[in-house]
């Protein structure tokens, strides 16, 4: 017995290995087209969308009465800068259309219930992203900036400086590069972009059965370590910043735990109803104790 309903089955009938490349060939075609779609689109506005990418750090200095001044250091900088831009929009513009394509390649060698369960998952992949990549943006990319600034130095003429009369002491203000500062602005929305996937890929690990809520309660130690490490990898030297990553990680962590715990609670409900599972069984009791 499989356990399957009559009407769960595959929607498509097995096809030849050389349909499912061609198949798949037509998906990635469709999928670089949009991807070029939207870097065109994008190299095409890349000083609006750099402008605007600068708005942290020109809040930053704006506080501090300082100009918002980015150089090029070098003659080519100006145009790996626009490339970049447009490849970070033209993913995003392009994710839709990627997204759809993945998704139209891989249903139709799933169960009508496995669809069911994969496709919420799907949808709230990008929205976690997007939601991750906000953040970095709006709370931690202006936290960073004002930390970073704060290392500045002004000094003033006509002071003594070692006993040297006349001699100004040193000044070290801010002259940043167009192209660090994008890759810097870059891996903060990328990396918390990426980590807020977490309770996405642990719910779903644990509506496949390989994770259990139990287990990540018992690996919270480990959690911890982990997510310290990624956050000394993904983050600038800064404390503020690395704090802030912690914090929203384990935060999240701990999240993905509750929802491993719910997906297990409707599995358990959905085995009861169909008389695979006792309650009188030992290890279904020990799991209620720890609901309650």
């Known amino acids: 017995m499989t356990g399957r309903a009559p009407q769960d089955d595959i929607d498509d009938k097995s096809a030849p290995l050389i349909e499912h490349l061609a198949e798949l060939r037509s998906r990635l075609i469709k999928s670089v087209l949009a991807f070029l779609v939207g870097m065109v689109l994008c190299f095409t506005i890349a000083t609006p969308i750099f402008n605007f990418l600068t708005a942290p750090l020109c809040t930053a200095l704006a506080e501090r009465g300082q100009d918002c001044d980015l150089i090029f250091i070098s003659p080519q900088e100006g145009f790996f800068v626009a490339i970049k831009v447009s490849i970070l929009g033209g993913f995003m513009l392009a994710f839709p259309v990627i997204a759809a394509q993945l998704w139209r390649f891989v249903a139709p060698g799933l169960y009508r219930s496995e669809k069911n369960a994969f496709l919420p998952f799907l949808l709230a992949s990008p929205l976690m992203f997007l939601l991750g990549a906000s953040f970095a943006f709006y709370v931690v990319t202006p936290l960073a900036y004002n930390f970073f600034l704060g290392f500045q130095q002004f000094g003033a003429g006509g002071e003594v400086v070692e006993g040297v009369p006349g001699a100004a002491p040193l000044s070290v203000v801010f002259q940043g590069s167009a192209q660090e500062y994008l890759n810097l602005t870059i891996k903060f929305i990328v990396a918390f972009g990426l980590c807020f996937q977490l309770p996405v890929l642990l719910t779903l690990m644990g509506k ?82 720890r609901e309650k």
């Open 208 to 289: 496949a059965g390989l994770v259990s809520s139990e287990g990540l309660r018992s690996g919270r130690k480990w959690a911890v370590v982990g997510i310290l490490t990624l956050a000394a990898l993904v983050t600038p030297p800064d404390v503020i910043t690395q704090v802030i990553l912690f914090a929203v990680v384990y935060g999240l962590y701990e999240i993905s735990i509750r929802l491993v715990a719910m997906v297990e609670k409707k599995r358990r409900e959905e085995l009861r109803r169909e008389g695979l599972l006792d309650d009188d069984d030992p290890v279904f009791e020990d799991e209620l104790e």
